[in-house]
């Protein structure tokens, strides 16, 4: 095998016919084998053999074995009695064929010798072998000398094999002339190829380390072998016997592919994190193994995203603790992949805590001459509630500590408990936000669940101040004496935590589980009746009763507040619709039974609606008469002239109740039924327009 200290291949080497690919000196290219004499060589040839040089075969490229079709054609149609004598007939003509072909080919293929570094065999779905063969030089066929059971034949080496083992340096060099040139070209276009892939893919990866270290000589086949080029051009490197033809053959290839893939880079414009890698393997010398590419793509993929929420937790002013474990959790989500379930957690974690109010609040205006008209405004009566209200912010203007009471409001529903509490924000100057805790009976609801359950979040009190963005809002907890029990807590228990200002400057959400301080935070809170409010949590809050209303506060009530905010809403003005207190005073009286005024409020909110729609009509009907000025000045006087009269009947019984809003003649123009109590009674309304 050795002659003069060069390499020699046996000079009689069993061919592997293949059609399946080109395997140049240098690579290493996978087969698979199944024809019978392919089969045979490996069987009797590869399997037996136990030297080094058993295991050199050559393999003939782009050559279907003949007899392979044949056997294919055999098994398909053995049950063919006509068919198989026809195929006797054939085989005998097709073996001299096959001999010539194979004759032919030994007379003008080159393949290639190649050492098989792996066998494996498998009976599915039938019998082959696959062989990983490694090329090492070229050989022309000399002659045939056997067919059967493999092929087997007389070779010439073609290619050196000492050229392999010589360092770049003794090898191809500039002084060499023309091949010099040609091979130092080619040197380059192979580093400028390199310098546009991407590293974190094996095969560039070992061509990087390959370029440098193997001789100028083998560029040209490993080159050809690695980049995308068809099995054509791989046979015409193959071919290609002298070192300056072979050089010629695959530099065009080499070119194209860099040329294909600038124009690539000019279509895709290339993203900043790939430009990040291909520079961080441009400047260190030594490619990166695959396992740190792919950390490195990680990181570089989600970067913008990780080092989007990196800014975000820097600049949300955040407490200590909060701002350890937010590092904490965004060095795991630097490291997690993208598509791992937990990622979107984490994710959802940091934005939350990002998004929270640590250190952002709003200056209180408070002015207690101000804060007392503005009450007034709001609110008719409750001098009791208002009073103590003054007193509270008049406290909290002197004294800029906010360890005050919490004020609990208890009163029938609808006397304006959740409206007060409105009013008091923006007496304050504060963001406004109402939990509603009725039925509530989970602890979590309060205190949020652990991040270790499937779709854990934060609690009402963290989810509002997320809401509105900022430390200190007023939260009215409505509805404290309808908290429920259950066996996932007792949340009147969670809220004492919340309302105790001795504690609640480091509330704890189980979701968030790092403190917030809530000692900003202005609750109140409301109720219809004590008796169902834990004591404990009672303990902590000061009662504040507000008592039903009288007849005559209602009325005024509904002058002051209702009918002209349900005016507003309806978008209707008063000229439009004109309730007579003695009507107020009839609806108050005989459709509805309440404390408070939610009632009343709807039946006015009924009136308006029935106004609205006729309202509606009427300007269709104008729009369509007002074609003339003597028309446009009838309407506009018979707009304003409209007047409402309240028909009030129950169990059949007619009772008219008419105010006469304008003297003059008054006309009828239409009158409507409205459902307003369900069984004993309707409203109907009747339009008046003044001639
Ligand atoms: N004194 C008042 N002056 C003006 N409007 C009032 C007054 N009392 C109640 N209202 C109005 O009555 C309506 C109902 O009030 P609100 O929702 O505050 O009642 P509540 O006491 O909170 O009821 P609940 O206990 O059912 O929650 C609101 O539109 C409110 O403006």
């Known amino acids: 095998m050795t002659s003069g200290g060069g390499i020699q291949i046996p000079s009689r080497l069993p061919l592997l016919l293949t059609h399946e690919g080109v395997l140049l000196p240098g690579s290493t290219v996978r087969f698979s084998v199944d024809s019978p004499r392919n089969m045979h060589l490996v069987s009797q040839r590869l399997l037996k053999g136990t030297s080094l040089k058993s295991t050199i075969i050559g393999v003939i490229p782009n050559t279907r074995d003949p007899e392979r079709d044949s056997d294919d054609c055999t098994s398909e149609h053995r049950v063919d009695k006509t068919y198989f004598v026809c195929y006797l007939l054939f085989?005998?003509?097709?073996?001299?064929?096959?001999?010539?072909?194979?004759?032919?080919?030994?007379?003008?293929?080159?393949?290639?010798?190649?050492?098989?570094?792996?066998?494996?065999?498998?009976?599915?779905?039938?019998?082959?072998?696959?062989?990983l063969i490694t090329g090492l030089c070229r050989f022309s066929v000399s002659s045939l000398l056997k067919e059967r059971p493999f092929v087997l034949a007389e070779v010439k080496q073609l290619d050196k094999l000492e050229q392999y083992t010589t360092p770049a340096r003794e090898g191809?060099?500039?002084?060499?002339?023309?091949?010099?040139?040609?091979?130092?070209?080619f040197y380059q276009a192979a580093v400028q190829l390199l310098g546009m892939l991407d590293m974190s893919v094996p095969v560039v990866a070992k061509f990087r380390r390959l370029l440098d270290s193997l001789p100028r000589e083998t560029l040209p086949d490993v080159v050809a072998s690695m980049i995308r080029t068809s099995n054509k051009e791989k046979l015409q490197v193959l071919d290609a016997v002298s070192l300056e033809e072979r050089f010629k053959k695959a530099l065009p290839m080499l070119?194209?592919?860099?040329?294909?893939?600038?124009?690539?880079?000019k279509t895709r414009k290339m993203s900043p994190d790939h430009e990040n890698r291909v520079l961080s393997v441009r400047k260190g010398g030594v490619f990166p193994g695959r396992q740190f590419s792919l950390e490195e793509e990680d990181e570089d993929d989600d970067g913008d995203d990780t080092a989007a929420i990196e800014r975000k937790v820097h600049g949300a002013n955040m407490p200590e603790a909060a701002l350890r474990i937010c590092l904490k959790e965004l060095k795991r989500l630097k490291k997690m992949p993208q598509s791992m379930p937990e990622y979107a957690l984490t994710r959802n974690y940091l934005d939350l805590m990002v998004e929270l109010p640590w250190s952002k609040s709003t200056k209180d205006c408070l002015d207690i001459r101000a804060a007392r008209t503005l009450?007034?405004?709001?609110?008719?009566?409750?001098?009791?509630?208002?009073?103590?209200?003054?007193?509270?912010?008049?406290?909290?203007q002197l004294k800029t500590s906010l360890k005050g009471p919490i004020l609990c409001f208890v009163g029938p529903p609808g006397v304006g408990k959740t409206s007060v509490g409105r009013s008091i924000a923006r007496t304050l100057g504060r963001e406004f936000h109402r939990i509603a805790l009725g039925g509530v009976c989970d602890q979590s609801d309060i205190r949020g669940h652990r991040r270790t359950y499937v779709g854990s979040m934060p609690g009402r009190i963290i989810n509002g101040l997320k809401t509105?963005?900022?430390?200190?809002?007023?939260?009215?907890?409505?509805?404290?004496?309808?908290?429920?029990?259950?066996?996932?807590?007792?949340?009147?228990?969670a809220l004492l935590e919340v309302l105790d200002p001795e504690q609640n400057h480091s509330f704890t959400d189980h979701y968030l589980n790092v403190a917030f301080d809530l000692s900003q935070v202005l609750f109140i809170a409301?109720?219809?009746?004590?008796?169902t409010?834990?004591?404990?949590?009672?303990?902590?809050?000061?009662?504040?009763?507000?008592?039903?209303?009288t007849q005559e506060e209602k009325v005024e009530i509904a002058h002051r507040h209702l009918i002209p905010n349900q005016l507003e809403q309806h978008g209707l003005t008063p000229q439009q619709l004109q309730i007579p207190q003695e009507s107020t005073q009839d609806i108050i009286s005989r459709y509805t039974r309440e404390a408070g005024v939610r009632s009343l409020e709807r039946k006015i909110g009924a009136i308006c609606r029935a106004v609205a729609v006729k309202v509606a009509e009427g300007h269709k009907v104008t729009k369509r008469d007002a074609s003339t000025p003597e028309d446009s000045a009838q309407q506009g006087k018979s707009q304003s002239s409209l007047c409402i009269c309240v028909l009030?009947?129950?169990?059949?019984?007619?009772?008219?109740?008419?105010?006469?809003?304008?003297?003059?003649?008054?006309l009828l123009v239409a009158s409507q039924i409205l459902s307003v109590y369900h069984l004993h009674a309707r409203l109907s309304l009747c339009y008046m327009f003044s001639d």
């Open 255 to 265: 070119t194209r592919q860099i040329e294909g893939l600038k124009l690539l880079q």
């Open 533 to 549: 409010i834990p004591p404990a949590l009672l303990d902590r809050m000061e009662v504040l009763q507000v008592p039903g209303y």
């Open 468 to 493: 509105v963005g900022v430390n200190n809002p007023v939260f009215l907890l409505d509805e404290v004496d309808k908290l429920g029990k259950s066996l996932q807590g007792d949340p009147a228990a």
């Open 91 to 131: 085989n005998t003509i097709h073996s001299v064929h096959t001999l010539s072909h194979l004759l032919f080919l030994s007379s003008c293929r080159i393949g290639t010798a190649g050492i098989a570094v792996q066998v494996v065999g498998s009976n599915w779905p039938k019998p082959h072998y696959t062989l």
């Open 375 to 396: 009450l007034d405004n709001d609110h008719y009566a409750m001098d009791k509630l208002k009073r103590r209200v003054l007193e509270y912010l008049a406290v909290r």
């Open 648 to 666: 009030l009947c129950w169990d059949g019984g007619l009772t008219l109740y008419r105010q006469w809003m304008v003297s003059g003649k008054l």
């Open 526 to 531: 409301t109720a219809n009746t004590t008796a």
């Open 172 to 185: 191809v060099t500039a002084e060499d002339g023309e091949l010099g040139e040609l091979s130092q070209k």
